[in-house]
């Protein structure tokens, strides 16, 4: 359910389960002039104060009142815990970047996109950093950096032209007023376009139909859009209106219509994606035509420029004629890439003119007819080949993610052959690797302009393992080359291409991001990576101290228990990362918190993550554990898992736990777990299959039922696949018979709850619709049911990821306290 999942969890104010508003109690009925006063001792017991206190006593001061659900000794343990965390969560991250050649020729100009949590306003503060860069030899290069950032204010993408000279920026509009499109110079505000909700909504920045792609000559720019609202149903005090109103017409109502189905988490009341194209000169808008009512559409690029004064647009489209199954995190969606001509212009003295050529009958073209997923198209600069990536064993098999390949089409310049034109395979799917071998591609995006200067090479970042590495890839010969170090357990994004250089980010689960800059060594084969002071990821000293006392590594877990039915893949060992204090002063082992990630089908790589890090600072070794099913292993050890969670899974997790007790680096009487979505689903069976294991627990929006989850999710054939293995994809229903609703009962963790001794707190997003806020609550429920210790706090505006800054924010706290709280 989640490829790469954080787990997450809210507020020091426990909320009850229909509102979040804390409820005073209310003073009983004053008899007499003096009023004994009660305070509570727990939170269901309360005892009488040695000296009551007269009502007119007139040094009496107002009566503090505690938090719901907290006590004197667990307050000041959130004083303490939030200080700290708040120091981890105003570290910055880098989402983007960018280069361009300077206007003098000499070293390159770089732009990065920065955020940072802004608690108070619940939002993420986003701001630009500049930084010339200079390049004497491959060893030594220098970063002249702005003085300050520049904070970018309601804005929703950037989007800078392919020369630099141009930047595009959307401000996506909060209610039904118009979207802005802002296009500046190098000194000044040149453009500025409003555009309308008749012709459509916002435009899409979600990282997956995302696409904002300009034309080489940046006249043009096509870009994602939510379609116009359809038009609804009229009424006033007459009934049915017929011709419907005007906005301002304040004697009628709109009715609903009929309801729209969406893609489901993050997509609710998002309407269907469709692609337009705005002229920059004239602010017209055009809705591209051509294209089918039932495909959704994202990612789109410009085509090389082809005979005649067409230019064609080449885009993602997902097909929705029957149902829209939930597409965040979920790549075994059918995809395909086709081509649509662009609308129609023609150059005049007053500039570009768009041309309707909606009565020119030219159907998009689909470019990939026999493989059945495509995305993330990318042309060389030559323009001579199309590299897309393909999720096909995803949409074969019906798991939510898998080991990827990589695709080329040599493009035809004749139209006419682009249908029949043939898909080469560059990079096929990774079954089992050898030690040490390329495991297979693993990424969930792809750089805008991913070429170095050959034209036919791509640096993306990939999952290895429990790592992510950058690879360089030739598109002609297959060649794959590990080009981040490959001594380093650290994990390496790359952020963007600088001709034959890359500026890149390294981390680990104890060290806070570190700019790079790769040089060429030898023919593209050997590189060096140069460090750049940067003050990007600045830090309190008192992180630094926390994080320096700290180490990490990167462990091998024998599979247990291997049978003859299991293929190589699945045999092979599985992988944990290990947080703990390089401290020697003690033999005594710090509490274990055992981390799951989601997915089944996710990773957790040996990056930074501030609120895994808060949690190793305030005491804690971290087991991070990728179970068999994980990504970065190959596609056997990914695919054994289907049809076996509940079991192999929280095997594989035992064994994990076992192998670090055996070695000493736990003690059996101090382990805690936390996981969410999937990982939730882990957690709950741990603790009722294992429940003299674990002294606390914590989950967020976990997977507790899959009989009540099938009925009520966005991703129903989810529970199929992962119950019933492949050939539960080809026996999804949306009316699962009594036998199959058995078998998912069986699997789910509430089928053990009545062993279960451990306190668990849950944290759950009440707009989640990939596992809805029912799964955790039934079960929470029940667990209150036979007395057992739970905690709960709902999120009312967060959907699965809890995400939001304080949301975020609140729930490793809340974390942090609880563990404290049983495992001292």
Request: charged content about 20%; aromatic content about 10%.
């Amino acid at each position: 359910m989640a490829r790469l999942l954080c787990i997450t969890t809210s507020s020091y104010w426990c909320v009850n389960f229909k509102s979040n508003l804390l409820r005073p109690p209310f003073p009983p009925p004053i008899s007499s002039r003096r009023l004994t006063l009660l305070r509570p001792t727990s939170l269901f017991s309360s005892k009488r104060l040695s000296a009551p206190l007269a009502m007119d006593d007139s040094k009496a001061g107002p009566i503090k009142e505690m938090p719901l659900g907290l006590d004197a000794t667990m307050e000041e343990e959130y004083a303490s815990q939030s200080k700290l965390l708040q120091e981890f969560t105003s570290i910055s991250n880098i989402d983007k970047a960018w280069i361009f050649k300077s206007d003098g020729g000499i070293g390159s100009q770089a732009m990065f996109s920065i955020s940072q949590a802004n608690l108070l306003a619940n939002k993420r503060r986003k701001f630009i950093v500049s930084a010339h860069i200079s390049q004497e030899t491959n060893s030594t290069s220098s970063f002249q950096w702005a003085p300050f950032p520049v904070e970018m204010t309601g804005v929703s993408t950037i989007v800078p032209s392919p020369s630099g000279s141009k930047l595009l920026v959307v401000r996506n509009p909060e209610n039904e007023s118009a979207s802005k499109f802002e296009i500046w110079g190098s000194s000044q505000l040149e453009k500025e376009f409003h555009i309308p909700q008749s012709v459509h909504g916002s435009v899409y920045t979600d990282g997956w139909f995302e696409g904002v792609s300009w034309n080489s000559d940046e006249t043009l720019i096509a870009y994602v859009a939510e379609e116009p609202s359809p038009s609804k149903p009229t009424f006033n005090d007459l009934g049915y209106k017929k011709g419907g109103s005007t906005d301002k017409d304040y004697s009628s109502w709109k009715g609903q219509g009929d309801w729209e189905e969406d893609w489901g988490e993050s997509y609710a009341g998002k309407r269907q994606p469709a692609l337009f194209v705005i002229n920059i000169n004239s602010g017209e808008v055009q809705a591209v035509k051509g294209i089918e009512k039932s495909l959704s559409v994202g990612q789109v690029v410009w085509a090389p420029s082809t005979k005649g004064v067409c230019q064609y647009l080449v885009f993602v489209g997902w097909s929705s004629d029957t149902r829209k199954l939930g597409i965040k995190y979920c790549y075994n969606r059918p995809c395909a890439l086709y081509a649509v001509r662009a609308p129609l212009y023609k150059s005049e003295a007053s500039g570009l003119e768009l041309k309707d050529s909606s009565n020119e009958d030219m159907p998009a073209v689909n470019l990939t007819q026999h493989i059945n997923s495509a995305f993330f198209p990318r042309f060389s600069p030559d323009g001579n080949s199309l590299v897309f990536l393909s999720a096909r064993s995803s949409v074969d098999s019906g798991a939510h993610c898998a080991t990827d390949s990589l695709h080329r089409i040599d493009w035809p310049t004749d139209v006419k052959l682009w249908p029949s034109a043939k898909i080469v395979d560059v990079i096929p799917v990774v079954m089992c690797a050898d030690d040490g071998c390329f495991p297979g591609l693993y990424f969930s995006s792809i750089l805008s302009n991913p070429w170095l200067s050959d034209g036919c090479t791509m640096i993306i970042s990939s999952i290895w393992n429990s790592s992510q590495v950058i690879l360089s890839v030739n598109v002609l010969s297959g060649e794959v080359l590990r080009i981040s170090p490959a001594n380093s357990n650290f994990s390496w994004n790359v952020l963007t291409v600088d001709g034959n250089n890359i500026v890149a980010v390294s981390s680990s689960p104890v060290d806070v991001p570190q700019i790079k800059y790769g040089c060429i060594v030898e023919k593209a084969t050997a590189w060096s990576w140069l460090d750049i002071s940067s003050s990007i990821f600045k830090c309190s000293e008192k992180v630094k101290s926390l994080l320096s006392s700290l180490q990490f590594s990167i462990m091998k877990i024998p599979v247990k228990d291997v049978s003859d039915g299991l293929t190589k893949g699945a045999s092979k060992p599985f992988e944990a990362i290990f947080v703990s204090s390089n401290s020697k002063e003690s033999n005594a082992c710090n509490p274990l918190i055992v981390i799951l990630h989601g997915g089944p089908h996710a990773v957790s790589i040996s990056s930074f993550s501030k609120s895994l890090a808060f949690l190793s600072s305030i005491g804690y070794n971290l087991l991070i554990v990728n179970y068999r099913g994980s990504l970065g292993f190959g596609e056997e050890a990914l695919q054994s898992l289907l049809g076996k969670v509940g079991s192999q899974d929280v095997n594989d997790v035992l064994t994990a736990i076992d192998h670090v007790i055996d070695k000493g680096l736990a003690s059996p009487s101090k382990i805690t777990v936390l996981g969410g979505s999937h990982g939730g689903f882990l957690t709950t069976h741990l603790i009722g299959q294992a429940p003299d294991k674990f002294v606390a627990a914590a989950v967020r929006n976990p997977v507790c039922n899959l009989a009540l989850m099938v009925g009520t999710t966005d991703i129903p054939d989810w529970c199929y696949v992962e119950a019933y293995g492949s050939k539960g994809k080809d026996s999804f229903t949306e009316a699962p018979s009594a036998e199959q609703l058995t078998l998912f009962h069986s699997k789910s963790p509430i089928s053990h709850l009545s062993k279960v001794k451990t306190p668990i707190l849950f944290l759950l997003g009440a707009q989640d619709l990939r596992v809805p806020v029912s799964n955790g609550l039934q079960y929470t429920r029940a667990l209150k049911e036979k007395g057992a210790v739970v905690k709960v706090i709902v999120f009312p505006n967060d959907t699965h990821a809890i995400d939001r800054p304080q949301s975020d924010f609140e729930s490793f706290l809340n974390i942090g306290v609880w563990f404290r709280k049983y495992c001292k």
